[in-house]
């Protein structure tokens, strides 16, 4: 779910050092681009009801057509100093820069890719804060907005000693919920190669915002991505969820194993059959994450798995994210791989050692 703290449904990362054999310096090459894949960057305002974000010089954004445009929420974590502990019994708390899709976005453009960020903030220190984030990052900010009537969201997260994930969110409503159709940066997503979302389907007017941007998408011919980063506690119910989920027009759906158990009802997430079901006739490829088992992926044409790289676990925050900016990086610069299973394999090779660095 976040910059620091995202998606660990995703997270690439296991208890073994790494194998020998052609990984070593397909890993250090990476990690030399990486450095760290998860960390975010930001703007300042300018403007009228609703701010937008503008760079140090009053002048739009990074790159005025980002390869890969992500949209939804931009939040700040609240991670416990002290590991392993339950969120009540945690003694303190740092602040660090989250919300899955801004993850992604300056997961990308720390790889060298082109990026931006769609979505809002509070007109406040945090926001303002983020918004630096992103500009630091090289992410294009210019569809960022300030909003003076809400707070920026806040989320406290642990990794409790058990290995279960625990979250409360501050979001009644926060600013990112708050986005309206009639704010979309319409022609930076129509310029993108590959508009990317994540939890923005759960409440209005968000929602009937994301579903625009994914419409102009479409009409504009570009591959929409979603992760659905499942947040039940965020969802008026688990039926809701699942229906909203699963109705969204996305072209590629990147997904985890606990997923795809929760959207087919509880079967079996590892039968290739039940996974199939997810698949939709506009559905061009469907990533399923292992955790340190690496990806299984799925298109008309193929399907197959990746097997994920033995690493020394300190924390999967994160990783989830930096997987998904991993292989978006590559599709943004040659959708081709869609169509040639071994070279998609590589990418995926390539996502995986981004999750298993971060």
């Known amino acids: 779910m976040a910059l620091h703290a995202a998606a660990p449904h995703c997270g690439l990362s296991s208890s073994a050092p790494p194998r020998a054999g052609g990984v070593r310096p397909f890993l250090r090459t990476t990690a030399a681009r990486l450095r760290s894949v998860v960390s975010l960057a930001p703007l300042r305002a300018a403007a009228v009801?609703?701010?937008?974000?503008?760079?140090?010089?009053?002048?739009?954004?990074v790159s005025d057509s980002p390869h890969v445009v992500c949209f939804g929420e931009l939040l700040i974590d609240f991670v416990p100093t002290v590991s392993g502990l339950s969120l009540a019994e945690a003694p303190a708390f740092k602040k660090a820069p989250g919300g899955a899709p801004a993850n992604v976005a300056v997961g990308i453009a720390r790889l060298?890719?082109?990026?931006?960020?769609?979505?809002?903030?509070?007109?406040?220190?945090?926001?303002?804060?983020?918004?630096?984030?992103?500009?630091?990052?090289?992410?294009?900010?210019?569809?960022?907005?300030?909003?003076?009537?809400?707070?920026?969201?806040?989320?406290f997260v642990t990794l409790r000693s058990d290995g279960e994930r625990e979250f409360m969110f501050f979001r009644n409503p926060s600013a990112d919920m708050l986005l309206e159709e009639k704010e979309l940066d319409l022609d930076l997503i129509r310029k993108a190669k590959i508009p990317h979302g994540s939890i923005s389907l759960i409440t209005e007017p968000c929602k009937t915002a994301h579903i625009a941007a994914t419409k102009a998408a479409?009409?504009?011919?570009?591959?929409?991505?979603?992760?659905?980063?499942?947040?039940?506690?965020?969802?008026?119910?688990a039926e809701d969820a699942r229906g909203g989920i699963l109705a969204y027009g996305k072209q590629l759906m990147l997904s985890s194993e606990e997923e795809v158990s929760f959207l087919t009802n509880g079967e079996d997430p590892y039968d290739d059959a039940?996974?199939?079901?997810?698949?939709?006739?506009?559905l061009k490829l469907l990533l399923v994450t292992e955790g340190p088992d690496g990806c299984r992926y799925y298109s008309k044409e193929f399907s197959g798995r990746v097997s994920g790289l033995k690493v020394t676990a300190v924390d999967t925050t994160g990783a989830g994210d930096?997987?998904?900016?991993?292989?978006?990086?590559?599709?943004?610069?040659?959708?081709?791989?869609?169509?040639?299973?071994?070279?998609?394999r590589e990418a995926l090779k390539f996502a995986n050692v981004c999750g298993a660095l971060t």
């Not at 998904?324 to 869609?338: E, P, W, Y």
Request: proline share 5%; aromatic share 8%.
């Open 49 to 61: 009801c609703t701010k937008a974000a503008l760079s140090g010089d009053g002048a739009p954004g």
């Open 112 to 155: 060298g890719g082109s990026s931006a960020f769609i979505g809002k903030v509070g007109d406040d220190e945090f926001g303002y804060m983020l918004s630096d984030i992103l500009k630091e990052n090289n992410v294009n900010n210019q569809g960022l907005l300030f909003d003076p009537h809400a707070r920026t969201a806040l989320a």
């Open 218 to 237: 479409k009409d504009a011919g570009v591959l929409v991505s979603y992760d659905p980063n499942l947040r039940l506690p965020l969802w008026p119910s």
């Open 274 to 282: 039940v996974t199939k079901k997810l698949m939709h006739s506009n």
């Open 322 to 344: 930096a997987f998904v900016a991993g292989i978006l990086s590559q599709l943004a610069t040659d959708f081709s791989l869609l169509q040639d299973e071994d070279r998609l």
